[in-house]
C-alpha cells in the first residue's frame, strides 16, 4: 500500500513555457502533499507543503506566482513550472501523508528540463 | 535554527558493516526517519525511530537517542547495491521534514 505515482518522469521543454507536473495517492487519502527540488549532488529542498482544499505553504525563497500548486483532491496535487528557464531544470519529487500518518510517501519524481 | 548533521561521504567494503551518524537540531521532536536514495531516484523509506534504542529489520538497523540528539544507520553485509545516499530527517513539533544534506555511501568490492 501507500504508492505515489508522479507524471510526467521526464519532461523536456523550451525557455518560457508552462510545465504541469501530477502527483497522485494511489491507495489512500494524502491529507497533505508535498513538493520538493532537488539538484544534482544535492539533499531534498521542500518547495511547498499543501493541504487539500486550501492554499499551499511555500518556503522561503519558493516564488508561489512561478511555482503554482493546486490539491484540489485528496489525491491530486498538481505543479506547474510558469514560464520556465533553464535555472529551473531539476528533479522534482512529490511526497504524500495520509491523515494521523508520520510517514511521508514519495513518488518517482520529475525530471525537469527547460531548454 | 534547525539542523541535521550527517558525513558527506563514506567508503566501506562489500560484506563489511558500516556506521552512519546523523545528529539533530531541531524544534520539537516526533520522529526520525532514515531513508535510501538511488541517483536519479526518489528516496525510499528505510526506518522509523520515536523511541530510545535500536530498531533492527533485516541487514538493516536504526538506533535513536533523543537526550543527545543523535542516530545513527547500521547497515550489515554489505551488498554492491547498497551504494546509494542515505537521508536522515526529523520531524519536528510542527510535523515538518527537516533534512540532513545526506550520506553518499560508496561499497567497493
Known amino acids: 500500500g501507500a504508492v505515489v505515482s508522479q507524471h510526467p518522469s521526464r519532461v523536456i521543454c523550451k525557455s518560457g513555457t508552462s510545465v504541469k507536473i501530477e502527483c497522485r495517492s494511489l491507495d489512500f487519502q494524502a491529507t497533505t502533499m508535498f513538493w520538493y527540488r532537488q539538484f544534482p549532488k544535492q539533499s531534498l529542498m521542500l518547495m511547498a507543503t499543501s493541504n487539500e482544499g486550501s492554499k499551499a505553504t511555500y518556503e522561503q525563497g519558493v516564488e508561489k506566482d512561478k511555482f503554482l500548486i493546486n490539491h484540489a483532491s485528496l489525491t491530486l496535487s498538481t505543479l506547474t513550472v510558469t514560464s520556465a528557464h533553464p535555472e529551473d531544470s531539476s528533479f522534482y519529487i512529490c511526497?504524500?501523508?495520509?491523515?494521523?500518518?508520520?510517514?511521508?510517501?514519495f513518488g518517482p519524481g520529475t525530471r525537469l528540463t527547460v531548454t | 535554527g534547525q539542523n541535521i548533521d550527517q558525513p558527506t561521504e563514506m567508503t566501506a567494503t562489500e560484506g563489511a558493516i558500516v556506521q552512519i551518524n546523523c545528529t539533530y537540531q531541531?524544534?520539537?521532536?516526533?520522529?526520525l526517519f532514515w531513508y535510501q536514495q538511488h541517483a536519479g531516484e526518489a528516496p525510499t523509506f528505510l526506518s522509523y525511530?520515536?523511541l530510545d534504542g535500536l530498531e533492527e529489520k533485516g541487514r538493516f538497523s536504526s538506533f535513536l537517542s533523543r537526550s543527545k540528539g543523535y542516530s545513527y544507520l547500521l547497515l550489515k553485509e554489505l551488498q554492491m547495491k547498497d551504494s546509494a545516499s542515505y537521508l536522515c530527517a526529523v520531524l519536528n513539533s510542527n510535523y515538518q521534514l527537516i533534512w540532513g544534506a545526506g550520506t553518499k555511501l560508496i561499497i567497493k568490492p
Open positions: 531541531t524544534s520539537g521532536f516526533n520522529g
Open positions: 525511530n520515536v
Open positions: 511526497s504524500a501523508r495520509g491523515a494521523g500518518d508520520h510517514e511521508q510517501y
